[in-house]
Nanobody, 123 residues
Framework: QVELVESGGGVVQAGGSLRLSCTAS????????LAWFRRAPGEAREFVAA????????SYEDAVKGRFTISRGVDRNTAYLQMDSLSPDDTAIYYC????????????????WGQGTQVTVSS
């Protein structure tokens, strides 16, 4: 059974930084992509960033380009989201997701979801 566990959420002031982590377990195939999505209050869940198996392919939603950086651990099972220059608009529940590759996880429903971690940015 695949499990995705997020950590690192919290409350931060505008302009601050947070680093989210996602660890995958129980995955029976290699080569998968890991991604981050978020759901702001009253909004639909949206794509944030995704990274491929080797960590060399990444994709970002336009609003976070230049501020967020996604990376992958050497064990391939962990993904990180470094979030800098945070603004109140980034307040949301952040979800980790798993897909077959970067293209699939950004354009189709992911195979698996984590439970989410709350990020709150105060003004």
């Amino acid at each position: 059974q695949v499990e995705l566990v997020e950590s690192g959420g919290g409350v931060v002031q505008a302009g601050g930084s947070l680093r989210l982590s996602c660890t995958a377990s129980g995955v029976t195939f290699s080569g998968y992509a890991l991604a981050w999505f978020r759901r702001a209050p009253g909004e639909a869940r949206e794509f944030v960033a995704a990274i491929g198996w080797h960590g060399t392919t990444a994709s970002y939603e336009d609003a976070v380009k230049g501020r967020f950086t996604i990376s992958r651990g050497v064990d391939r099972n962990t993904a990180y989201l470094q979030m800098d220059s945070l603004s109140p608009d980034d307040t949301a529940i952040y979800y980790c997701a798993l897909g077959e590759n970067v293209a699939m996880v950004t354009m189709a429903p992911p195979l698996n979801w984590g439970q989410g971690t709350q990020v709150t940015v105060s003004s």
